[in-house]
């Protein structure tokens, strides 16, 4: 089993949608959990960074963890044809560097105008 | 903003080349690293280095060495290429420290084909 689980996708939605993003794990060590958006041949770019528990937002983005669960979700609001893109969960245990970070294999969006 | 450039793109090279792949981030971080990424493998690191010269091998280092002689500097060397080594090569940096402060930062990426 891998440590960190994401569906690739692909994930088709229409313009305006609320779309959800979602990763789980088995480590539950991990504290630091992370969203890159990676467009076509681009490298990724970090969107969002929490730390344990709870929920962060910013602007149409929403990350969630559920510690408990061992789950992390990344909604998006108000979805745009821009927002299409792969988005990558990461993770790690501890605020150190991030030779340790744990990524999933992405999820491929499509937001359809 | 954080820029890390790799300076070739798209590369393609016959079976048993030596590759250089170079890459150079300007934020004075201390950490570099190599990863290639595959469909369906996903971000896999090759190799990663905490200081000026110093390197510690990643999940994946078979078939590849690196260098770092400059802080800003961090080059990914193909011995002899092989056609499994096709791949899209991101290069990245990071700052040492805690929490969102040592996020990861992220080249455009180099396409390398190997026939």
């Known amino acids: 089993q891998k440590e960190v689980e994401q569906d690739p996708g692909p994930l088709s939605v229409p313009e305006g949608a609320i779309v959800s993003l979602n990763c789980t794990y088995s480590?539950?060590?991990?504290?630091?959990f992370m969203w890159y958006r990676q467009y076509s041949r681009k490298g990724p770019e970090l969107l969002m960074y929490?730390?344990s528990s709870g929920n962060k937002e910013d602007g149409r983005f929403t990350a969630q963890v559920d510690k408990s669960s061992k789950y992390i979700s990344l909604f998006i609001r108000d979805s745009q044809p821009s927002d299409s893109a792969t988005y990558l969960c990461?993770?790690?245990?501890?605020?150190?560097?991030?030779?340790?970070?744990?990524w999933g294999l992405g999820t491929s969006l499509a937001v359809n105008p | 903003d954080v820029k890390v450039t790799q300076s070739s793109r798209y590369l393609v090279k016959r079976t048993g080349e030596k590759v250089f792949l170079e890459c150079v981030q300007d934020?004075?971080?201390?950490?570099m690293f190599w990863y290639r990424q595959d469909p369906g493998l996903g971000l896999r690191l090759i190799y990663f280095?905490?200081?000026?010269?110093?390197?510690e091998k990643g999940d994946i280092p078979e078939g590849y060495s690196v260098s770092r002689e400059k802080k800003e500097r961090f080059s990914l060397i193909l011995e002899s290429a092989s056609t499994n080594q096709t791949s899209m090569y991101l290069c990245?940096?990071?700052?040492?420290?805690?929490?969102?402060?040592?996020?990861?930062?992220f080249g455009e990426g180099s396409w390398l084909t190997v026939v």
């Open positions: 934020m004075d971080h201390e950490n």
């Open positions: 990245a940096s990071s700052p040492v420290g805690q929490g969102a402060g040592n996020t990861i930062y």
């Open positions: 990461a993770m790690k245990r501890g605020a150190g560097n991030n030779r340790k970070l744990i």
């Open positions: 929490t730390y």
């Open positions: 280095s905490y200081d000026v010269k110093m390197k």
């Open positions: 480590n539950s060590a991990f504290q630091y």
